[in-house]
T-cell receptor, first 112, second 115 residues
Framework: DQQVKQNSPSLSVQEGRISILNCDYTNSMFDYFLWYKKYPAEGPTFLISISSIKDKNEDGRFTVFLNKSAKHLSLHIVPSQPGDSAVYFCAASHGGAQKLVFGQGTRLTINP | SAVISQKPSRDICQRGTSLTIQCQVD?????MFWYRQQPGQSLTLIAT?????????ESGFVIDKFPISRPNLTFSTLTVSNMSPEDSSIYLC????????????FGQGTRLTVV
């Protein structure tokens, strides 16, 4: 029972363009969503989060959009940089940043 | 952000043995969490380590297989007992950030290979 799904295992984007990573969830009790970036041999690094009372949260080059009716969220990175190449995980929870349920991850490659 | 140190960073173990993973945080935190990432899979929560009480395990994980200690507010251990090759995974320690319920931070992980 995969409650959080990232249907694209990989994504390739040109440097300077926008990267859009998608995530779907099935559990309507989730009210908090986070995005993490992971490099090989390192733990996940927190990027940005959004509460279900909002539909958008922005932090520098990173913006997360939440569509509760569609149970869908997306992470936009603009402009994309080579250092953004990593695996990105979407995570969801009920009641804050505890007991996170993760998606399978999307490997983002930024091409020069 | 919290600084989390995990030891060991990697290990290769014989089946049937046990390995204890340590997690040290640079500040006091109420709850610590242990996750597992099996090869090619997403991260899955094993248990919540509570200071002063027994750990709370998620469905599919049991104390006999993954005993957890939490002696104080900055330290926790996870033991993987009686290991089999199926236990080969990355094990990660996580804590909430200083701003409660808004972010969670992870250690660098322990890559375990069971042969």
């Amino acid at each position: 029972d995969q409650q959080v799904k990232q249907n694209s295992p990989s994504l390739s984007v040109q440097e300077g363009r926008i990267s859009i990573l998608n995530c779907d969830y099935t559990n309507s009790m989730f009210d908090y969503f986070l995005w993490y970036k992971k490099y090989p041999a390192e733990g996940p690094t927190f990027l940005i989060s959004i509460s279900s009372i909002k539909d958008k949260n922005e932090d520098g080059r990173f913006t997360v959009f939440l569509n509760k009716s569609a149970k869908h969220l997306s992470l936009h990175i603009v402009p994309s940089q080579p250092g953004d190449s990593a695996v990105y995980f979407c995570a969801a929870s009920h009641g804050g940043a505890q007991k996170l349920v993760f998606g399978q991850g999307t490997r983002l490659t930024i091409n020069p | 952000s919290a600084v989390i140190s995990q030891k060991p960073s990697r290990d290769i173990c014989q089946r049937g043995t046990s390995l204890t993973i340590q997690c040290q945080v640079d500040s006091q935190v109420t709850m610590m969490f242990w996750y597992r990432q099996q090869p090619g899979q997403s991260l899955t929560l094993i248990a919540t380590a509570n200071q002063g009480s027994e750990a709370t395990y998620e469905s599919g994980f049991v104390i006999d297989k993954f005993p957890i200690s939490r002696p104080n507010l900055t330290f926790s251990t996870l033991t993987v007992s009686n290991m089999s090759p199926e236990d080969s995974s990355i094990y990660l320690c996580s804590v909430e950030g200083a701003r409660m319920n808004t972010e969670a931070f992870f250690g660098q992980g322990t890559r375990l290979t069971v042969v």
